[in-house]
């Protein structure tokens, strides 16, 4: 099972492919050096794989590259910066407090 993340800018969003077929997308758009991410899907029947986790480590791994903060309104996203801490630098301190994350880097 080749699974690889792909961005994919004309439609706005990060897709996680498995084997060529797309199997879930983060949407996002950019604008004054941040990223925002505003939805998360995963296929269904794919469930249960990590492919969500994979899918948000790409995105994120993608914004720090670009130099890009991001905002996180989508909640999987928001938590798995919760449970990885050392991506919280990838939300500028201000907002933190809005997606309570002012306390996960500790």
Known sequence: MDTTVVD???KGR???RVDERVVGLASYHV???QMTLPHTE???SMGG???GKVLIAGVLSAARERGLT???YC???R???QQHPADVDLVAAPDRKHFGLETADR
Do not use: A, K, T, W
Request: proline share 12%; aromatic share 12%; hydrophobic share 40%.
């Open 8 to 10: 994919v800018p004309e």
């Open 14 to 16: 990060f897709e996680i």
């Open 31 to 33: 604008d004054n050096g």
């Open 42 to 44: 995963i296929d269904p």
């Open 49 to 51: 794989r990590g492919l």
């Open 70 to 72: 991001v905002l996180p």
């Open 75 to 77: 909640s999987f996203i």
């Open 79 to 81: 938590h798995y910066i």
